[in-house]
């Protein structure tokens, strides 16, 4: 198994920046894909970020040069930075973790998640 462990999220007023951390322990060597997924109430849990073991990155076209996603493959660990938040970047953030090669926006084809972490954006 694969095991992800967020943190980083909280409250930050618009204009501001958070940088989410994803650790991920366990049996680690397939996991090719991580990504950034975001669920606010009542809406669809969508993919904001990934990033395979390659480099190759996709970004959720409201986020495109806000946020960057990276990853440091010795430590296991995938990165947000988030910068000039905005009130609609609200959610609950999750980690996620894919097997493929090929990156997929679809939550259902993700093999790990983490726990999710609250972030909190305020005008």
């Known amino acids: 198994q694969v095991q992800l462990v967020e943190s980083g999220g909280g409250l930050v007023q618009a204009g501001g920046s958070l940088r989410l951390s994803c650790a991920a322990s366990?049996?680690?060597?397939?996991?090719?894909?991580m990504g950034w997924f975001r669920q606010a109430p009542g809406k669809e849990r969508e993919l904001v970020a990934a990033?395979?073991?390659?480099?190759?990155?996709y970004y959720l076209d409201s986020v495109k040069g806000r946020f960057t996603i990276s990853r440091d493959n010795a430590k296991n660990t995938v990165y947000l930075q988030m910068n000039s938040l905005k009130p609609e970047d609200t959610a609950v953030y999750y980690c996620?973790?894919?097997?493929?090669?090929?990156?997929?926006?679809?939550?259902?084809?993700?093999?790990?998640w983490g726990q999710g972490t609250q972030v909190t954006v305020s005008s």
């Open positions: 366990g049996r680690t060597f397939s996991t090719y894909v």
């Open positions: 990033i395979n073991r390659s480099g190759t990155t």
């Open positions: 996620a973790a894919d097997d493929s090669r090929r990156i997929f926006t679809t939550p259902r084809l993700y093999d790990y």
